[in-house]
């Protein structure tokens, strides 16, 4: 059996986390309500718009981003049972994270003109941060798995 794992050190810290989701999650709803009212206002021409509004799809999927991580590290806090099943967790929240920054590059890559490099950067590193991490998970799983047949 699996010893009893906690996520974070301190018990405060899980709520503190679940309040950092919310919080951010109201200021991704107050974005998203300004990008649709700049651009009904008709205040920028059709460039302006163009620009501000891949900004403001940058700050939208970071934001997004933060919502998962903090409402995710909750998550993850709330239901630990184990080590390992916090590893699993932690893999879903990268997974999650990773797709977040890759459905924008594929869905708004004709207006990203000077956040490209941005996105692109940033995707790369999740994604081979994601990747080693699923690596480390098979490779402990191969472990504990010749661990349990030579036990036998």
């Not at 009904?40 to 970071?62: A, D, H, N």
């Not at 699923?134 to 799983?141: D, Q, T």
């Amino acid at each position: 059996m699996e010893e009893k794992y906690r996520y974070f050190k301190g018990p405060w810290l899980k709520w503190l986390m679940l309040g950092l989701g919310i919080a951010h999650l109201f200021l991704l709803k107050e974005n998203i309500q300004n990008c649709i009212i700049s651009a009904q206002s008709g205040i920028y021409s059709p460039s302006e718009l163009e620009k501000y509004l891949t900004q403001r799809e940058f700050s939208c999927v970071t934001g997004a981003m933060l919502v998962t991580l903090f409402i995710g590290s909750f998550l993850i806090d709330l239901f630990a049972k184990s080590k390992r099943w916090v590893k699993n967790g932690n893999m879903v929240l990268l997974i999650l994270m990773t797709l977040e920054l890759g459905l924008p590059l594929l869905i708004l890559r004709p207006a990203m003109r000077g956040m490209g490099i941005v996105w692109v950067v940033l995707f790369a590193l999740t994604l081979l941060l994601t990747v080693w991490n699923f690596y480390e998970f098979l490779r402990e799983a191969k472990k504990m798995k010749s661990d349990n047949g030579s036990k036998q």
